[in-house]
């Protein structure tokens, strides 16, 4: 992906790389704060392709992976009958667009590990820039692996990513503020590594 700081409304207030479908102006009164950060995400909306792919899901593990099939294709049909392909300025795309669905025996073999790999992928891609993408990773038991695996990338790219290692059993979670730990008089025990 190419980072573009036009598509940033105040990197300064808000960071460079949120998504600004998240980020109301700031005047705005929709406002909601939910203790460190403003934002207009008031309700947490789930959306059907999500509900899809948690089924599929739930019928790969419970081995049912033909029945799989049917909502991962629902998603691929709706991605390859979108109306709102990005386009240049003279009207073609700006990459080939071939969504086609899974076709077990002409384009695929759907087995289990191919469901699932499918799943995780339409996953990928239907909730990019979302922020769930960590959560998936870590409820698959994937997530330090797949960040790892990006870190060895990115510090080829970017000098002070030099250090990023990804470490299971703490990284999972945010440290609780220390602030915070004083205002619980010894209530909460700070998270794992921290």
Wanted: hydrophobic letters at 40%.
């Amino acid at each position: 992906l190419i980072f573009e700081s036009r598509g940033i409304r105040n990197g300064a207030e808000y960071g460079w790389l949120k998504s600004v479908k998240e980020l109301p102006h700031p005047g705005c009164d929709c406002l909601l704060y939910d203790g460190w950060q403003f934002n207009s995400m008031n309700k947490r909306m789930i959306r059907y392709d999500e509900v899809l792919l948690w089924k599929a899901e739930v019928l790969i593990q419970l081995d049912r992976w033909n029945e799989a099939l049917i909502p991962v294709n629902k998603v691929r049909e709706r991605a390859a009958n979108s109306t709102g392909w990005l386009i240049k300025a003279d009207g073609t795309p700006v990459m080939n667009y071939h969504v086609e669905v899974y076709k077990p025996g002409e384009n695929c073999v759907w087995d289990k590990d191919f469901a699932w790999k499918a799943m995780q992928w339409e996953n990928r891609l239907e909730m990019a820039g979302e922020g769930r993408r960590f959560f998936d990773l870590q409820r698959w038991g994937v997530l330090e692996e797949v960040m790892n695996n990006y870190f060895t990338v990115e510090k080829t790219r970017f000098s002070w990513m030099a250090n990023a290692r990804f470490t299971s059993g703490r990284d999972e979670f945010f440290p609780i503020p220390q602030n915070q730990m004083k205002w619980a008089k010894g209530n909460y025990t700070q998270n794992p590594g921290y």
